[in-house]
């Protein structure tokens, strides 16, 4: 969109604030905005989020996963309030084929939300708000926390895995908590703020996004370990667990100290991971070739975010 230039004595310039963008992140007069100089163009931002205000959901005949998601999906999005109604108190857990109290399924995601809290719980409602003060500012860190996390996760389950340390294996399910709620505090300060340099904001969503679906491959992989009857596995699984760990830490120095080389070398771990996949299905048990099956995900999420990081390098 096009603005004309008021001229205000000799030396002052102004053009004015598109009034949607003002609108849309509450800036009122007196509010500070950051400029800053790209060449030829000006880059006017704001610290300001975007006001999503508040919502009210009704969350009656949704199981305990959906539920979870739900919530998570809307703290994602950026929403400062969320009232949730239910007019049946019990919910179904599919996996553990048991019911539950709809109430205690709200506090389990709530406690993995940044800055969320119930402030008023009723026999059918419960108000769920954000007392946080946040800022784009913290995404960096956060972000390269995220990493560190999934890099000890997958070790974790390599370990495991090698030993079957059902202990270390347990640990996986607290893992993946921590790192999804750091996941979901990163999306949220993109859909509220936008990242610093906004052309990578949506690269970032999108490699946050694989980084939860790899958390999952992860948390799912000790999930099935903790049911093998079998004492110990077999050596080429355990090989093919430490080519998809390394792979991991490759992608992970790939992404922060960008080198063309790293990219290479996860590409040919993704292909050794699925062409051995093929060569040991006569040579694994059932249950192993189910794993390393569902394991082999995280090699293409890998491949498909590495693409992502490409993007955002120039």
């Known amino acids: 969109m096009k603005r004309k230039i008021i001229q205000i004595a000799d030396s002052t310039q102004l053009v004015s604030l598109p009034r949607k963008w003002s609108i849309k992140y509450n800036l009122k007069k007196g509010d500070e905005v950051e400029v800053e100089e790209q060449g030829n163009k000006i880059l006017v931002s704001t610290e300001k989020g975007v006001e999503l205000k ?29 009232r949730v109604v239910f007019n049946n108190p019990i919910t179904m857990h599919f996996r553990a084929n048991k019911t539950m109290n709809v109430i205690t399924v709200i506090h389990t995601e709530v406690n993995r939300l940044i800055g969320y809290e119930i402030i008023q719980q009723k026999e059918n409602f419960c ?19 995220i990493f560190l996390l999934i890099k000890d996760a997958s070790s974790d389950l390599l370990k495991g895995a090698a030993n079957m340390n059902v202990r270390l294996i347990e640990t996986l ?27 990578k904001t949506t690269v970032l969503y999108h490699v946050l996004i694989s980084l939860d679906r790899l958390t999952d491959v992860i948390k799912n992989a000790g999930r099935d370990l903790l049911k093998f009857k079998q004492k110990k596995l077999d050596n080429k699984t355990i090989h093919l667990l430490s080519l998809i ?39 694994l048990s059932s249950d192993e070739l189910i794993l390393m099956g569902k394991m082999s ?14 993007g955002i390098e120039y």
């Open 127 to 145: 108000v769920i708000k954000d007392l946080s003060t946040s800022s784009i500012k913290e995404f960096d860190n956060v972000f390269r926390r």
């Open 245 to 283: 760990d390394s792979t991991i830490n490759i992608y992970s120095e790939y992404f922060f100290n960008f080198d063309l080389k790293k990219a290479v070398e996860i590409y040919k771990n993704r292909n050794e991971v699925l062409n051995l996949l093929y060569q040991y299905k006569n040579k």
């Open 54 to 82: 508040s919502i009210e959901i009704d969350v009656t005949g949704l199981d305990r996963t959906t539920i979870l998601y739900y919530l998570q999906s809307l703290y994602r999005a950026g929403y400062d309030e969320i």
């Open 297 to 310: 995900h995280s090699v293409e999420l890998l491949a498909d975010v590495e693409v992502a990081r490409m």
């Open 173 to 199: 399910e607290e893992k993946h908590d921590s790192i999804t709620k750091f996941i979901s505090y990163c999306a949220r300060l993109l859909n509220k703020y936008g990242y610093t340099d906004h052309r």
